[in-house]
């Protein structure tokens, strides 16, 4: 995929383009829904299918107080994109003169003259322009101005509920790691380093693994099922659980820590950078009266996840993009 961070990098060949503009923040079934439509209207014209989001969020520039916790940065949303077949995608930084474009202006300037649009994808809530002046209904007369027509995907529902990036963030904070997982087509995940902990679990529990991570948002605290791969070499993967919480075990209570323990012998080197794939929630993280109670349960929730893994076959899960 060609990802470009600004207009000035957008080539004269960026068009004719299929595109969808939005934010796709964790690129959920209801995206897909959408990039799969891209491709399939893409490759049926001999277009190129498209992306065009922004960066930051455009709340944190208009409403940095209502501003969502994203689950993913742009750049590997537009990984994931490249899976559904997008083929280049514009990341805009969303600056003060982008949030005061009219409707007009950006449909003109932006979706027909930079990105060669002719045909423009998005979601009926879909919003656009100075102060979202600009909905669906002005994006299809704007298009016919320009020459870009205009189709509406509908929302993917589940049981009665529209699939959308601020329903899978509510279904994290409330620790639903697999309900989120199906309405993302994969698991919840957090990257980062690992980095050295205080010693007290290889002393007198069990040695983990600790994640520094800069995702901004953290499923609810609480022990899970988790499967955890090694970023620097994909044929490293293992089952295991993953704490996060405030060791209140050990009198901890200010840092919020993700401790991942590997139900397998870690073999080789200890990994420097992990992918944690949450899958099931266990229990909420509690306080024992001594680090041998604590050890006794963190055995007792590594049964539980082994007994999940053989009824699931979840062990058999690719590496994340």
Known sequence: MRVYRSLDEVPADFGPSALSIGNFDGVHTGHRRILRRVREIAAERGWKPSVLMFDPHPARVVAPQRAPRLMMPPARRAGLMADEGIEQALILPFTEAVAHLTPEEFARSIVAG??????????????????????????????????????????????????????IRALLDAGRVSLAARWLERP??????????????????????????????????????????????????????????????????????????????????????????????????????????????????????????????????????
Request: charged share 25%; aromatic share 8%.
């Open 114 to 167: 930079r990105l060669g649009a002719r045909v423009v994808l998005v979601g009926d809530n879909f919003r656009f322009g100075h102060h979202h002046s600009g909905d669906v209904e002005t994006l299809r007369e704007l298009g016919r101005r320009f020459g870009f027509a205009t189709e509406i995907v509908p929302a993917v529902t589940r049981r009665g509920r529209a699939v959308s990036s601020s329903a």
């Open 188 to 321: 919840y995940a957090l990257v980062g380093d690992v980095v050295a902990g205080r010693g007290v679990g290889s002393r007198q529990t069990v040695p983990t693994l600790n994640l520094s991570t800069a995702a901004e948002l953290i499923p609810r605290t609480g022990v899970y099922v988790t499967r955890t791969h090694d970023l620097d070499d994909a044929a490293r993967a293992w089952n295991s659980i993953t704490n996060i919480g405030y060791r209140p075990t050990f009198g901890d209570s200010a840092q919020l820590t993700i401790e991942t323990f590997l139900l397998d012998p870690l073999t080789g080197e200890t990994p420097r950078r992990i992918s944690v794939d949450f899958l099931w929630r266990l229990r909420e993280e509690r306080k024992f009266s001594t680090p041998e109670a604590l050890k006794a349960r963190i055995l007792r929730d590594a049964a539980a996840a082994r007994r999940y893994f053989a009824r699931t076959g979840r062990s058999t899960a690719p590496a994340p993009a």
